[in-house]
C-alpha cells in the first residue's frame, strides 16, 4: 500500500509539473482588446488584403499568454503592424496621450514647439515648421495655437517689401498636417494641393473651403484662402531633409507644384503614406497607415522626397534661387 501511495503521489508531483509549464491564459479582456485592434488593422491596414493572416493572429494570440490588462497586449499589437511591412503604422501607449506633468521638483513640462519666422537680408521671408502633436490631452488646442502663430508669423512678415519665402521643414518630423496647412495657406496656390489615394477609390483632394484646409471627395471649390497675404505668390523654396518626415513631407508636396517653388536640401525620411487614429478602450492610439500619396502634378510618391537642388546648405542654396527669380 505504501509504494501504491508513492506511485501516486509521483504522478500527482508530475501533474503539477505540467500544468506549471504550460502557457497562462490571458484574461477575456486582453484577448478583447487584442482582437478589437486586429479587426481594425485588418479593415483598414493599405496592406492587409495581401497578408497571411492565419499566421499573423495565430502570433500575436500566442504572444499575449499570460495578458491580463490591454497594457500587456500592446508589443502583439505592434507586432502585427509590424508584419504588414511598412513603417507609418503604429501604437501610442495609452499613457502617452495624456496631458504632461509637472515633475517630483514641480517643474512643469516643456510647451510644445511653435513655428518661428525671421527676416532674411529683409526681402526673404522664412518660416520654420516644427512637428505638431495633437493626439495627447489638449492637443485640438495645440493645434489651434500652432495654426495661429504660422498665421502671424506670415502676416507680419508680410508687412516688410519681400520678395520670396522659404518654407523650412527640416525640423518638421510630423503630426497633425492639417493645422500646417492651414497656417501656410496663402503660400500653396490653387487648390488641390495633393491627394489621398486608397486603392479601388477616386483620389480625394486636399482642398480650401469655409476658411480650412482639408480631404474632400468630388469637385474642387475655387475658394480664396483664409486670410491674404500681398506677397503670397513670390517665389517660394521648400527646404527638406531627413528629419522631414510624416506631415512635414506632406506640407512638403503641398507646395509642390505650385507658381515658382523648388525644394533644396536632402531627401526626406519616406514617411510618404497617410494614416489615421483609432482609439482603443483604454486611451491608448492606433494610427494604421491607409493610403499613398499623390501632389497636384500627378506624381505618386513612394519612400522619399528628392529636392529639385540638393544641397549642404539649403537656406544660402535657397536664397541664391530667390535671388535670381526676384532680378
Not at 83 to 109: C, I, K, M, Y
Not at 204 to 231: M, S
Request: proline share 10%.
Amino acid at each position: 500500500m505504501r509504494l501504491r501511495w508513492f506511485v501516486l503521489t509521483a504522478l500527482a508531483i508530475s501533474t503539477v509539473a505540467l500544468a506549471a509549464d504550460a502557457p497562462v491564459p490571458p484574461s477575456p479582456e486582453a484577448v478583447a482588446y487584442l482582437d478589437r485592434a486586429i479587426a481594425l488593422i485588418r479593415a483598414h491596414h493599405r496592406n492587409a488584403p495581401g497578408a497571411d493572416w492565419p499566421r499573423i493572429i495565430a502570433r500575436a494570440h500566442n504572444a499575449i499568454a499570460g495578458a491580463n490588462a490591454p497594457a500587456d497586449t500592446y508589443p502583439a499589437i505592434s507586432g502585427v503592424l509590424g508584419a504588414l511591412g511598412e513603417r507609418h503604422s503604429f501604437l501610442v501607449d495609452a499613457s502617452a496621450t495624456r496631458a504632461p506633468q509637472p515633475d517630483a521638483n514641480g517643474t512643469a513640462p516643456p510647451t510644445p514647439p511653435m513655428p518661428r519666422w525671421a527676416l532674411a537680408a529683409k526681402r526673404y521671408g522664412i518660416v520654420r515648421l516644427p512637428e505638431l502633436n495633437t493626439m495627447i490631452a489638449g492637443g485640438e488646442a495645440t493645434g489651434r495655437a500652432y495654426q495661429a502663430a504660422l498665421r502671424s508669423g506670415l502676416e507680419q512678415m508680410d508687412k516688410a517689401p519681400l520678395c520670396g519665402w522659404i518654407v523650412d521643414l527640416r525640423q518638421d518630423g510630423g503630426g497633425n498636417m492639417w493645422p500646417m496647412l492651414a497656417g501656410l495657406d496663402p503660400l500653396l496656390g490653387k487648390a488641390p494641393f495633393g491627394f489621398f489615394v486608397m486603392r479601388g477609390q477616386e483620389p480625394t483632394p486636399w482642398i480650401r473651403a469655409n476658411g480650412f484646409v482639408y480631404p474632400a471627395p468630388g469637385a474642387v471649390p475655387t475658394a480664396a484662402p483664409a486670410f491674404a497675404l500681398a506677397h503670397g505668390p513670390a517665389p517660394l523654396a521648400v527646404l527638406i531633409g531627413p528629419r522631414t518626415a510624416s506631415s512635414g513631407e506632406m506640407s512638403a508636396i503641398a507646395l509642390i507644384g505650385r507658381a515658382r517653388v523648388r525644394t533644396f536640401g536632402a531627401p526626406s525620411a519616406g514617411f510618404t503614406t497617410a494614416n489615421k487614429v483609432y482609439p482603443l478602450s483604454d486611451g491608448a492610439m492606433l494610427v494604421i497607415t491607409e493610403t499613398t500619396i499623390r501632389d497636384r502634378t500627378g506624381r505618386d510618391y513612394v519612400g522619399p522626397i528628392r529636392p529639385d537642388e540638393a544641397a549642404d546648405d539649403a537656406e544660402q542654396a535657397a536664397e541664391h534661387w530667390l535671388a535670381g527669380q526676384c532680378a
